[in-house]
């Protein structure tokens, strides 16, 4: 039986393909501290908030990788993540009471044009034109 941390049924039949794990990253150490995994995702931030507010951690931001994988968990927790109209604060208040914020991992998201640039040769616009 696997405890999914948020009152999930315990021995269930359906395993998880994907996990999510929290890490809390210090401001003025240089260390990574796990806060907890989940086997689901949305409420789960929420809750891994709530979990450091009760102990007093000050979370500031979260940091997300592939947006196209997170940007419904962030839509959902009230971000807005389009040129038009950008919101990059959650709903959610830190133990101050401040905002927390959302910001891509860009070391990441340079990674993943490295790699289309080296599977595609080139990228193309909306209109198929070549990105120079």
Excluded at 7 to 32: C, D, H, M, Q
Excluded at 80 to 95: H, T
Aim: net charge neutral; aromatic share 8%; charged share 20%.
């Amino acid at each position: 039986a696997v405890d999914l941390g948020f009152g999930g049924e315990e021995g269930s039949e359906v395993p998880a393909s994907k996990t999510l794990v929290f890490l809390a990253n210090t401001i003025n150490w240089r260390y990574k501290l796990p806060v907890a995994h989940f086997l689901e995702l949305a409420n789960l931030v929420c809750i891994a908030v709530e979990k450091l507010k009760k102990i007093g951690i000050v979370v500031v931001n979260i940091t997300y990788d592939n947006p196209t994988n997170n940007w419904a968990m962030l839509t959902a927790l009230g971000t807005q993540l389009n040129l038009k109209c950008l919101k990059v604060s959650l709903n959610i208040n830190n133990v101050l009471g401040k905002s927390i914020f959302c910001t891509p991992d860009v070391c990441h998201l340079l990674k993943l044009v490295w790699n289309a640039l080296a599977d595609y040769g080139m990228l193309k616009d909306g209109d198929g034109d070549i990105i120079r």
